[in-house]
């Protein structure tokens, strides 16, 4: 790095200028990037992924700040650049456990069920409690097919975290898919039981119910989900 202040050129790494001493870096990096988290925080995402794109641009390799572009892409919907960070971060922290779990929801947004697999596996081999993971690596290995895999993951996320009940209704969807009416409805009826206004589990249960000829339950299962609004399908 060349000193601007007298032009020695010294060390990748050196903070200081080891001929006149003149810091070497950005000593504002910190206050750019408190700024732009400031104005992600007030809602202001446009001028926050522009801070952040500033500051990489002269820091290309800051940890923090390629995750948390890589976020504001995500949520722009923005996919492959918000990969392009968080890869970037994991080149310099490869055991950052968020910013890998972000990668493994990116990829499998952006379609590609292998990588976010692997990005979740990765996830689970640092913190094999990883309650999160274990969800959203059951979902990836649903949607390439692997229910009986999926159906674990979602077994060890229901089990770590029992309020979660979204691990329950997917463990009810695998027991649909594989003709187990007996266990989906076991898994539907909990769902229910325990989150009010669960419309996704009571119309399955609904499903099921008309299928074994209990129509009337099967009614009045699909009046209760009515009543809580429209059917958001989260397979």
Not at 31 to 36: G, I, M, P, Y
Not at 185 to 214: C, M, P, T, W
Request: aromatic share 8%.
């Amino acid at each position: 790095m060349r000193c601007t202040r007298c032009g020695h050129v010294g060390g990748g790494q050196d903070n200081f200028c080891s001929e006149c001493g003149a810091f070497l870096r950005d000593a504002y990096v910190d206050h750019k990037l408190l700024f732009a988290l400031q104005q992600q925080s007030e809602g202001n995402d446009k001028e926050a992924r522009r801070a952040m794109e500033r500051l990489i641009e002269d820091n290309p390799d800051h940890v923090l700040a390629n995750h948390l572009l890589g976020s504001l892409y995500f949520h722009q919907g923005t996919l492959e650049k918000a990969i392009q960070c968080y890869r970037c971060a994991l080149r310099k922290a490869p055991h950052f456990l968020q910013c890998i779990y972000d990668l493994g929801v990116a990829w499998y947004h952006h379609g590609n069920m292998k990588e976010a697999i692997r990005a979740f596996q990765k996830c689970l081999s640092i913190d094999p409690h990883y309650n999160a993971a274990h969800y959203r690596l059951g979902i990836a290995l649903f949607h390439a097919g692997d229910i009986d895999a999926a159906l674990e993951h979602y077994e060890i996320a229901s089990s770590l975290t029992p309020e979660y009940l979204m691990a329950r209704y997917h463990i009810g969807i695998v027991h649909e898919r594989k003709n187990d009416r007996k266990s989906a409805a076991q898994a539907f009826q909990q769902s229910i039981d325990e989150a009010v206004g669960e419309v996704s589990s009571l119309y399955h249960l609904a499903q099921i119910r008309l299928a074994e000829g209990k129509e009337e339950e099967a009614r009045e299962l699909l009046e209760r989900a009515a009543g809580f609004g429209t059917l958001d399908s989260v397979e």
